[in-house]
Structure formats: structure tokens, C-alpha cells
């Protein structure tokens, strides 16, 4: 059995990162019902932002950290125990100017701690989720496979560095072109799906 860990962050409740997320969960229920699934939707129940009261406690080591102050981050302990607690991690962000939802990175900027889920070593950042495996689901408009359009494209890039900064091991199913015609978003949905049925698998 594994605790997987499913959050969602696209506002549109039909959407296609919702969609492929659904059937990916919907395959691993299917192959293995003794999986443990927690779900967070960030647009459903959203995480709060960060403020003046708990910015500079979020950055503070945790052995430094006052119980007092430890009341002023409870909703990052909780999320950092939900991701900690599981085994596999399943993130759904759909792009949003370029970038990801601000949903997703009230999520990020709750769980990226010092001492929590990443610190420093010799050789630079060291993160603390021990590679644990990560499935991300992208979905976006526009398609980003030219190197002018990748230059554009700050949501791959930043999720492959922020996750891989707290040890997690990403492998992304990527559905683009959404909106440059039919054959284009089917071409890219069965893409997405190809990846998203071999990651499954691995959990059956």
C-alpha cells in the first residue's frame, strides 16, 4: 500500500490538468485498491499567503522556531506532514501567464522550509523528501516545443527546480496546444496519457 498525495491547483474544475489528473487516479484505484489517497484542491480550499506575521518564521530553522511562533505557520507544518507522509506525490497545475497558478504557489511557498523539506550542504541546496517519486501534470493553451516558445515557458522550469530542490523525483505528462486546434490537443493528450499510463504501472 502507498499514501499518495494529490493536489490540484487549476481553476477551471473541468480542466484538462483535473482531467488527466482524475484518470491517472482513477488507473491506480483501478490496478491497486489498497492505495491511500489524500486529496488537496487548492482552488476548492485555498492555502493562505504568505504575510508580515509569518514570513520571517517560514524561513527560520525549525529548532530555532518558538512554540509561539510555531502557532503562526500550523497550516505549514500540516502541509509539510501531508507531503512527508507520502509515498507519491501527484501535482495537476495548469499555466497562468506563463507560469504556475497562484494557488500552487501559495502551496509551494507554505511547504519550501529550511531544515523541512530542503537545507544546505557543502555542495549547495540538499533536499529532504529522499527522491521521493512526483508525477506533475501540465496544461497549457499554447505550445512551448521552439526554443523561442520554450523561452517563454516559466512553468516547467520552475516546478522542475523548486520540486527537485526538496527531493523529489518529477516526471512530468504534459498536455499543450489545448487551444491550437483539434488535431494538435489530441496529438498531445495521447502523449500525456502514454506517460501518465507508464507512471500508473508503477504503482499496480
Request: with cysteine; aromatic share 6%; proline share 3%.
Amino acid at each position: 500500500m502507498a499514501n499518495i498525495l494529490v493536489i490540484e491547483s487549476s481553476a477551471r474544475l473541468a480542466g484538462y490538468s483535473r482531467q488527466l489528473v482524475g484518470e491517472f487516479v482513477e488507473q491506480v484505484k483501478a490496478a491497486n485498491s489498497s492505495h491511500h489517497f489524500v486529496f488537496r484542491d487548492l482552488v476548492k480550499e485555498p492555502i493562505p499567503v504568505l504575510t508580515n506575521d509569518n514570513v520571517d518564521i517560514i524561513r527560520t530553522h525549525p529548532d530555532q522556531i518558538t512554540p509561539e511562533q510555531l502557532e503562526k505557520i500550523a497550516v505549514s507544518e500540516k502541509l509539510i506532514a501531508e507531503l512527508k507522509a507520502a509515498d507519491f506525490v501527484v501535482i495537476g497545475s495548469s499555466m497562468y501567464n506563463w507560469n504556475v497558478s497562484a494557488s500552487l504557489k501559495a502551496w509551494l511557498d507554505q511547504v519550501m522550509r529550511i531544515g523541512m523539506t530542503f537545507t544546505y550542504g557543502g555542495d549547495g541546496v540538499v533536499g529532504l523528501l529522499g527522491d521521493k517519486p512526483c508525477l506533475v501534470v501540465l496544461a497549457r493553451g499554447g505550445s512551448y516545443d521552439t526554443p523561442e516558445r520554450a523561452a517563454r515557458d516559466m512553468q516547467q522550469p520552475y516546478l522542475a527546480n523548486v520540486l527537485k530542490v526538496m527531493g523529489l523525483d518529477v516526471t512530468f505528462a504534459v498536455m499543450e496546444g489545448a487551444l491550437m486546434g483539434d488535431d494538435v490537443r489530441d496529438a498531445n493528450l495521447a502523449k500525456a496519457r502514454a506517460v501518465i499510463d507508464c507512471v500508473a504501472k508503477t504503482l499496480s
